[in-house]
């Protein structure tokens, strides 16, 4: 008998640690998945940063396009209807009608520009005061320029529309009806 009780608590023991064996086996399972969580929570971190990156990123292509067209748009804010007055970096300021050839170039038609009168005929050179001022057609001087000009954007520091009741679109009005 006292083998067959050895027997018994040895099968008792042998009993124990298997149990005992696969105790450990869910708390393995725990941490497997507590790494598994962990391991999730670090992919939606990097998920997270990634997609906000990603409509940032969005949200700026949309924005440098609307400045693009915005910037690149010019011919839209040229009235056909009305005279022009370029500005240019030369300090030249030339009235005429305007209109956008392309991305880098200009056109300007029925030029018409500035220029101080004489005080004395028998001296051209000698002018008045300043105050009087002459409006000149294109195509008149010596070098018999056609009336259209064609220059680059960058030559022009800003243009403005003129209004038609205006002294100097009266005056064009005039000199094209004669």
Excluded at 87 to 114: A, H
């Amino acid at each position: 008998m006292d083998s067959n009780s050895y027997r018994s608590n040895r099968h008792a023991t042998q009993a124990q640690s298997a149990s005992q064996a696969e105790a450990p086996a869910p708390a393995t399972e725990e941490r497997s998945s507590a790494r598994t969580t962990k391991h999730s929570k670090t992919q939606k971190s990097r998920q997270f940063p990634t997609k906000w990156v990603l409509v940032a990123l969005a949200v700026l292509l949309v924005l440098a396009g609307a400045w693009y067209m915005l910037r690149g748009n010019v011919a839209s804010t040229i009235d056909g209807g009305k005279q022009q007055a370029v500005f240019f970096t030369n300090g030249q300021v030339y009235f005429g009608k305007l209109r956008v050839i392309n991305n880098e170039y200009m056109k300007l038609t029925d030029i018409y520009y500035l220029q101080a009168k004489t005080a004395n005929a028998d001296n051209p050179q000698q002018t008045s005061n300043g105050s009087d001022v002459q409006l000149i057609k294109l195509g008149d001087e010596i070098h018999g320029p056609e009336d259209e000009m064609v220059f680059s954007k960058s030559q022009v520091l800003f243009f403005e529309n003129l209004k038609p009741d205006g002294n100097v679109s009266k005056t064009i009005a005039n000199d094209q009806k004669n």
